[in-house]
T-cell receptor, first 110, second 112 residues
Framework: DAKTTQPNSMESNEEEPVHLPCNHS???????IHWYRQLPSQGPEYVIHGLTSNVNNRMASLAIAEDRKSSTLILHRATLRDAAVYYCILRDTNDYKLSFGAGTTVTVRA | DAGVTQSPTHLIKTRGQQVTLRCSPISGHKSVSWYQQVLGQGPQFIFQ???????GRGNFPDRFSARQFPNYSSELNVNALLLGDSALYLC???????????FGQGTRLTVV
């Protein structure tokens, strides 16, 4: 399985942007970059995914480096509800599983 | 629409016992996966079922088994429980293999 590297933790102030980095130097051409997050006492939830181009949705933006060896999840205005563990996962189109690492624990200060 | 539902939410079992966990996927979703999450770690893949057939298995002992029913619901069975099986067991459903996964809230299993 391709591996990702994320910081263990990050802190942010409420209503400020949060930039979560993810390194994936061994990414293959068919790997999509997926982000999931897990709020306390809940199951993971899908955030966003992309292949080569930057992606935006109502939750976040995903910026992918030109060489695809790294990416950044951007939460534009953090709220207290965004405090969670964020997982960066590489997944081939036909991959039947999600390979979770330890993720980044995001703390949002009021 | 109802999300992924899992039952029970919590249970306590004794070492050596057997347990069955249940999962109902989102309507229209044909794929169900099971994950184990030990405290402080990310979820680890156990099984995936698609159209009632096992399509993937993680690195778990044969004490773990699962099945998917014609209505696409699923059960995870664990035999001869060990203390180390204490974890949050998560079920995820998706429309097809490789598409966005929707997780339930999990079943918290404690083995004493």
């Amino acid at each position: 399985d391709a591996k990702t590297t994320q910081p263990n933790s990050m802190e942010s102030n409420e209503e400020e942007p949060v930039h979560l980095p993810c390194n994936h130097s061994t990414i293959s051409g068919t790997d999509y970059i997926h982000w999931y997050r897990q709020l306390p006492s809940q199951g993971p939830e899908y955030v966003i995914h992309g292949l080569t181009s930057n992606v935006n949705n109502r939750m976040a933006s995903l910026a992918i480096a030109e060489d695809r060896k790294s990416s950044t999840l951007i939460l534009h205005r953090a709220t207290l509800r965004d405090a969670a563990v964020y997982y960066c996962i590489l997944r081939d189109t036909n991959d039947y599983k999600l390979s979770f690492g330890a993720g980044t624990t995001v703390t949002v200060r009021a | 629409d109802a999300g992924v539902t899992q039952s029970p939410t919590h249970l306590i079992k004794t070492r050596g016992q057997q347990v069955t966990l249940r999962c109902s996927p989102i309507s229209g979703h044909k794929s169900v996966s099971w994950y184990q999450q030990v405290l402080g770690q990310g979820p680890q893949f156990i099984f995936q079922y698609y159209e009632k057939e096992e399509r993937g298995r993680g690195n778990f002992p044969d004490r773990f088994s699962a099945r998917q029913f014609p209505n696409y619901s699923s059960e995870l069975n664990v035999n001869a429980l060990l203390l180390g099986d204490s974890a949050l067991y998560l079920c995820a459903s998706s429309r097809f293999i490789g598409t966005e996964a929707f997780f339930g809230q999990g079943t918290r299993l404690t083995v004493v």
